[in-house]
Each structure stands twice: as C-alpha cells, then as structure tokens.
C-alpha cells in the first residue's frame, strides 16, 4: 500500500509538535525551585548580636555565615557563625570603618579576590575588605575601602553580582520603590560617586520597611528579596538584574511568619537559603529553607 501526504502539511504539523517539546522542556528547565518550610538551625548568642541584620555567605570558607547588629548596637563587627549551629567563630573588626547603621551584608568579588560588602543606610556609605584567610579566633581587618555615595534613601537591602557591582534597594517609602547600582569600578573614587538609579515595578504587599534584605547567587543566575511577608524569587536572564527585576514576575518563596526578619542569603553552593531575625529575649534566630 502506498501511503501519500501533503509534503506542507507534513512538516507544519512536525514544527508544531517540536515547538510543543521545546517549550515544555524550557518550562522544565526553567521552572521556580521549590523549598521546605523553615528549619530553625539554632539560636545564636544574644549577649554578642541581639540586633542581627543582614546575612551573607561566605565564598572561602564551606559552612560559614556572616552578620552583624544594626543602630541599636553600632559596633563596626562582622559575625562569621557556623551555619550548622549558629555559634560564632570569630568577631571581625572592620578598620577603618564606623558602623551609623549597618543594615545588610553581602559577599561576592572583588577583582580576582572576595570581598565581604557592608551596607550603612544613614551614612550612606558602602564598605568593602577582603574575606579572612582564617576565621577560627577573633581579628582586625584592615584596609578597608569606603565609597560614599550620592544615594540620599534609606535602605535595607545590598547585594553583589558576580562582577563585584552593589546594588542597594529603596525602603521605608510607601510608593517609589527604586534600585540603585554601583559599579564595580567605583571604589578607587575619594569623592561622592553616583549611583545608577532605576525604577523598580509594583511588588505586592509590601510594608514601608520593605525590602529588608536580598542576595544574588554566587554564580549569578538566582536572585532573592526578602519582604515582611514572604520572599521574592527570580532567575536572574542574560546576566542583567536589573532588567530581570524590571521585566520579569517573581515567585513568591517561603520565609519565617513572625518576628522580624532582618536577613537572607544563598549558602555557598546557591541550592538553600537562609534567614535570621532579630531577638530582644532569646539569641537571634537562624533559620533554614532546603531545596526540594
């Protein structure tokens, strides 16, 4: 038997169903991760950090965690904690450097180097110093570097991307949410540098102290803002979080439902993430979320 068919029709209906494949495959590939409700992993010391705000990291060092306190107890330190069990294992001394209000942290390159990144929303000020070869006893360090900036908001959120540019995000405002990048290159500047400013879009539900954190991945492609209410999650699109923030919908990811979450980060591999909140009677919280 002879078997006949339009040639056209053939290869149209072929182009359907491959499109079909390829684009259910995209959404696969691509789809939002999903993540367990929190873990508590422990409580940390409270005597040491009772204001916790901001999380981050680190890239030299597997299991390792940094924090610091806020306003309420302006000390220029930065907490490297073990992410296992929230203990502290070193106090990090930043010199020179003034904490006014220190309100979020962050870890990513600096030239061929990782740098831990501090955020000073009243002072306006960014710092950034090399992480510690070793961190198992308490140290000074120095050489830090300081960039005061032309960003007039306050803010609560600082992140890196994998080129070393911060990014810091508007809060305490109703209306106007904005997104500010400073470029990897501006930290040999002794004067005021400007910071790139664009519009961010409408989220939901958010309170006027939002957003109180974020982190990007160290390979760059996840991105994470964390809001009283839930977390935001996007994957960052042809290494541009700026553009991936303005275009594209996030998903909404878990976060702790009471108390006041100060801070959020990617561990180290980018698969799970963390959060802790600030305590007044018990040690601050840090709080896991594992990957399904």
């Given at each position: ?12 209906k072929?182009?359907?169903?491959l499109v079909v494949?390829?684009?259910g495959?995209?959404?696969i590939?691509?789809?939002?991760p999903?993540f367990?409700?929190?873990t508590?992993?422990?409580?940390m010391?409270?005597?040491r950090?009772s204001?916790a705000?901001?999380l981050a990291?680190?890239?030299k060092?597997?299991?390792v965690?940094y924090?610091?306190?806020?306003a309420?107890?302006?000390e220029p ?9 929230a203990a502290?294992i070193?106090?990090l001394?930043?010199f020179?450097?003034?904490n006014h209000?220190?309100e979020d ?9 990782s740098?831990?990144?501090v ?5 306006h000020?960014?710092y950034?110093?090399?992480e ?5 006893s308490d140290?000074?360090l120095?050489?830090?570097l300081?960039?005061h900036t ?5 803010f609560?959120t ?6 070393g540019?911060?990014y ?6 109703d ?11 501006a ?5 005021t540098v400007?910071i790139?400013?664009f519009?961010?879009p409408?989220?939901?539900h ?7 954190s974020?982190?990007?991945?160290a390979?760059?492609t996840?991105l994470l ?9 996007w994957k960052?699109?042809n290494?541009?979080?700026i ?15 009471h108390?006041v979450v100060?801070?959020?980060c990617w561990d180290q591999a ?7 909140a ?13 990957r399904?």
């Open positions: 038997m002879i078997v006949c068919f339009n040639g056209n029709s053939f290869i149209m072929l182009h359907m169903q494949l390829i684009t495959w995209a959404s590939c691509f789809a939002a999903s367990h409700d929190e508590l992993v422990a409580h010391d409270n005597l950090v204001e705000s901001g990291a680190s890239r060092h597997r299991g965690l924090t610091h306190n806020d309420d107890k302006p330190f930065v907490y490297a904690i073990n992410a296992t069990n502290i070193s106090t001394r930043l020179p450097a003034e209000d220190w942290i962050a870890v990513g390159p600096c030239g061929d180097r740098c831990i990144y955020g000073d929303s009243s002072s000020k960014l950034r110093v090399e510690p070869d070793y961190i198992h140290q000074i120095t050489d830090v300081a960039v032309d960003w007039s908001h306050q609560d600082l992140m890196i991307d994998r080129h540019n911060a810091v995000v508007r809060s305490h405002i209306q106007d949410r904005l997104i500010g990048r400073l470029s990897r290159d930290w040999n500047n002794s004067h400007q790139e400013t519009q961010l409408h989220l939901h958010l309170h006027s102290s939002d957003p109180k974020g982190d990007i991945s390979d760059g996840q803002l964390l809001t009283e209410e839930q977390v935001y999650y960052v699109h290494d541009d979080v553009g991936t923030l303005r275009h594209n919908s996030p998903t909404v990811l878990p976060t702790k439902t108390g100060e801070g959020i980018g698969v799970n993430y963390y959060e802790i600030e305590s007044y009677h018990t040690g601050p919280p840090l709080l896991i979320f594992n399904r």
